[in-house]
Nanobody
Framework: QVQVVESGGGSVQAGGSLRLSCEASGYIYSIYSMYCMGWFRQGPGKEREGVAAIDSDGTPRYADSVKGRFTISQDNAKNIILQMNSLKPEDTAMYYC??????????????????WGQGTQVTVSS
């Protein structure tokens, strides 16, 4: 079973920054040469939406609402980092990491074989 664990959420004032991290079971990288690691969010009363994704060749993708403010990357330990700057109250949501294995991110934000984390709360106050 693939485990996905998010960390780094919290509360911040508008204009501030937060850094989220996603750790997936290490063995997946030895099994899957293609993958799409994505961040999604679901705000109060809203549907889940894709925020950012990065695939196995390092290509990032972003939702229009976060372009220029959020940056997704993968560190040497294969953790998926979401650096969120210039946060707005509308960024308030539960943020989830998804490991979609066996494919790149061409179909993102659609997922096909995704393992999900439990989520981490991000709250931005005005």
């Amino acid at each position: 079973q693939v485990q996905v664990v998010e960390s780094g959420g919290g509360s911040v004032q508008a204009g501030g920054s937060l850094r989220l991290s996603c750790e997936a079971s290490g063995y997946i990288y030895s099994i899957y040469s293609m993958y799409c690691m994505g961040w999604f969010r679901q705000g109060p009363g809203k549907e889940r939406e894709g925020v950012a994704a990065i695939d196995s060749d390092g290509t990032p993708r972003y939702a229009d609402s976060v372009k220029g403010r959020f940056t997704i990357s993968q560190d040497n330990a294969k953790n998926i980092i979401l650096q969120m700057n210039s946060l707005k109250p509308e960024d308030t949501a539960m943020y989830y990491c998804a490991a979609d294995l066996g494919w790149n991110c061409n179909a993102w934000p659609a997922v096909r074989n995704a393992f999900w984390g439990q989520g981490t709360q991000v709250t931005v106050s005005s």
